[in-house]
């Protein structure tokens, strides 16, 4: 499944390749949806069935949730 920036709540970023996850506050999620990016397409992996979580990649990786109306 593929999902445009605009439509994921992001979570975490995923860094080294899957060695370490940084946690992105409220703030900087919303930096994430803002920027220039937001049209750019992120194909799903899920992650979680139950916490309803995915790993979207494209240029970087990040946990992402789908956004309510997406």
């Keep these: 499944m593929k999902r445009k920036a605009k439509d994921l709540i992001f979570i975490s970023r995923i860094i080294g390749h899957g060695l370490d996850l940084e946690i992105l506050s409220e703030v900087e999620s919303e930096k994430l949806q ?37």
């Design 34 to 70: 803002d920027k220039c990016f937001i049209d750019d397409e992120y194909k799903l992996n899920s992650l979680s069935i139950s916490n309803k979580t995915y790993i979207a990649s494209g240029f970087n990786s990040y946990v992402v949730k789908l956004k309510d109306n997406a």
